[in-house]
């Protein structure tokens, strides 16, 4: 039975606007959380759908609604614990990786997974790979598992709770040495690998456009890039475009586009997106 169905038995069809039938479960059959959106107006059945949830999903430990927007820096929002047990921390298992992490101290999307396969396909053996915006290093992990020839992916982080899970997670997933964790502001640290990498992940909708001249800077004399943004669902591409060649022009690049995907909903009528481009130096075949 569906949770959605269950609820709309025990509460009746006039509770179905507070029973959306889309939810995130983070972690593993071991242990999971769940994590949900309460619409206004519909706080009285909060509890109900967390314990509804609970009661389908077994190994959901605890349930939490948002109670916030993604803030600052790090990208964290609020929760507030509707069912079961305060816990947060849990493994998720995604492309053959293993994750740990906590929901109420990083940012993680398990939306996210099937771009992510789409991204680390692409991969080809021998590459330097950059990842922006590393977070508790999902691309990086799914990117050297999926290409094990990969030559290593660098993965900036600057939430220093989700740069050491990422460390940690390298370990569960046996990827010393493949996987290159940094912690700080990609501003900074991405000088270290100017001009030795063949692609750029740049997995942040809102903020990666800031730092295309630290993408562009990162790669060899021809590379690729990997570059999300966020917009309307009536013109999904046109100002990603804009701020790309629009960088590309400023660093003396020329950017050859291979592909333009929605990739999920952002916002009310706003999607995240993404621009697979091929980036060259000016005079560069």
Request: net charge positive; with cysteine.
């Amino acid at each position: 039975m569906r949770v959605r169905d269950l609820l709309l038995a025990e509460l009746g069809s006039e509770a179905s606007r507070c029973i959306p039938s889309s939810f995130d479960i983070v972690g593993s059959r071991e242990g999971a959380v769940a994590i949900v959106e309460v619409p206004p107006g519909c706080e009285m059945f909060k509890e109900k759908r967390g314990e509804g949830i609970m009661r389908i999903h077994r190994n959901v430990r605890a349930v939490y609604a948002k109670t916030s927007v993604r803030k600052g820096v790090y990208r964290i929002r609020e929760y507030e614990l509707i069912a079961g047990e305060d816990v947060g921390e849990v493994i998720h298992k995604e492309g053959g990786v293993r994750m740990k992490l906590d929901i109420r101290k990083v940012y993680f999307s398990p939306r996210e997974s099937t771009e992510r396969l789409r991204v680390a396909r692409q991969v080809r053996p021998g590459e330097t790979v950059m990842v922006m915006f590393a977070g508790v290093g999902p691309y990086a992990l799914v990117i050297a598992k999926h290409q094990p020839l990969v030559s290593k992916v660098i993965a900036i982080e600057i939430n220093p709770v989700a740069y050491e899970y990422m460390v940690e997670n390298i370990r569960l997933n046996h990827l010393e040495g493949k996987i290159v964790p940094v912690l700080g502001d990609v501003r900074d640290k991405a000088r270290e690998w100017y001009g030795l990498c063949d692609r750029v992940v740049m997995p942040l909708p809102k903020e990666a456009h800031h730092y295309l001249a630290q993408a562009f800077n990162c790669l060899k004399r021809r590379g690729f890039i990997h570059f999300y943004h966020w917009a309307p669902e009536d013109d999904l591409f046109t100002e990603a475009y804009m701020l790309l060649e629009r960088a590309a022009t400023l660093w003396g690049r020329n950017i050859k586009i291979l592909d333009m995907r929605k990739v999920l909903p952002y916002a009310p009528r706003i999607y995240k997106t993404c621009i697979d481009a091929v980036v060259t130096l000016y005079g560069s075949a």
